[in-house]
């Protein structure tokens, strides 16, 4: 329907934000179950901008699997692997299967992610990153960039 948030390749950690991989078994490539076909994440948020924190397949033991996103509101979501706080919202476990609001009350323009680590431009100028390096929640970095 209009609005709505479709993923598909690898979900090993939730990246997709599909409730189970059953959903798309039928369509796997190797060890993509959802490869082939886009599934509706699960979630009531419409999104401005989408981002995948990686843009192609790399086999590495432990590489960061984990979707960001920034609602119709500006507020950051995320969700897949947190086990460095990825996520923006404390150590919760390894794997978040569904969209998650980033911590704090920042509203963002856009965001950028790498393995394990999240940064957005916020809509007060700053940049604030969270995940490997920066803790669980957003923190905002010294320097104020302006267009």
């Known amino acids: 329907s209009i609005g709505t948030l479709y993923c598909w390749g690898a979900n090993q950690r939730g990246q997709l934000g ?14 993509w179950p959802c490869a082939l ?17 990686r843009p192609y397949p790399r086999p590495r033991a432990g590489a960061s699997d984990f979707t960001c996103g920034i609602s119709t509101d500006q507020r950051a979501y995320c969700w897949g ?12 476990g390894d794997d978040v299967g ?3 609001q ?4 920042v509203r963002f323009l856009s ?15 700053l940049v604030y990153c969270w995940g490997n390096g920066f803790g669980p929640a957003p ?5 104020q960039w302006r267009p």
């Open 139 to 143: 923190t905002a970095l010294p320097h």
């Open 98 to 100: 569904e969209p998650q």
């Open 111 to 125: 965001l950028s992610l790498g393995d394990d680590v999240a940064c957005g431009i916020a809509t007060d100028g």
């Open 81 to 92: 692997s947190n086990g460095d706080g990825e996520l923006g919202m404390g150590f919760v």
């Open 18 to 31: 599909v409730a189970t991989d059953e959903l798309c078994a039928e369509y796997e490539i190797g060890d």
């Open 37 to 53: 076909v886009p599934m509706a994440v699960s979630t009531a948020e419409r999104f401005t901008h989408v981002v995948g924190s």
């Open 102 to 105: 980033v911590a704090g009350d």
